[in-house]
């Protein structure tokens, strides 16, 4: 009987401390991206801070300064700042482009990610946090270019009323117009575009 117990808290115990060493393991993303400084492309991995999954991307990954390996597989740091361009493939097989905002507003702003480069409109997203990493919230600007007049809308979707300057620029476009009304997230704002571009 005291072997079986035994036995049976020797499982235990195995099979919690396995748990616990699967759940806190570092993932990486594979990465190429390029410094402000060089014209080179380097491809490598980077370590992604998923706080709620780590098979999608997430921005807290490279917000302020990004964990990458060198080619001894040594972690070193990448300031936001002095990257150019990024490009970034989670485990959902999710591509994401990310580009310096200074080359689009002649102004520091770190990354932003491209969500849509379309024929009338680009869509860019600068997500930043508040408070300590672990305890974050990301806070996203969306900046729409509209190239005819290369005018930008800048939109928060979490607050009310942030999407008018959308609403007012499609004016003349009363399908689309009536679509922006009912926003939610990103993918709505994708569809709009989308179809603006075949006007």
């Known amino acids: 009987m005291k072997k079986s117990i035994l036995f049976l808290a ?52 490279y917000i302020k300064q990004m964990t990458v390996l060198d080619p001894s597989g040594k972690k070193i740091k990448v300031n936001e700042d002095d990257v150019r361009y990024m490009e970034v493939v989670d485990l959902k097989k999710v591509k994401r482009k990310f580009i310096n905002g200074k080359s689009l507003f002649s102004k520091d702003m770190g990354l932003l990610q491209v969500k849509y480069n379309g024929k009338k409109t680009a869509w860019y997203k600068k997500s930043s946090y508040s408070g300590p990493i672990y305890t974050y919230e990301t806070n996203d600007t969306d900046y729409i270019l509209f190239r005819k007049d290369k005018s930008v809308i800048e939109m928060h979707l979490k607050m009310r009323g942030s999407i008018t300057q959308l609403k007012e620029k499609l004016y003349g476009y009363p399908d689309l117009s009536a679509l922006v009304d009912v926003v939610i997230e990103d993918k709505d704002i994708l569809n709009i575009l989308k179809l603006y571009d075949k006007k």
């Open 10 to 61: 020797l499982v235990y115990f195995n099979l919690l401390f396995s748990q616990k060493e699967e759940k806190f393991q570092e993932i990486y993303f594979p990465v190429k991206y390029v410094l402000k400084s060089s014209k080179d492309t380097i491809k490598t991995k980077i370590l992604n801070i998923g706080f709620y999954t780590n098979e999608e991307f997430s921005p807290a990954t």
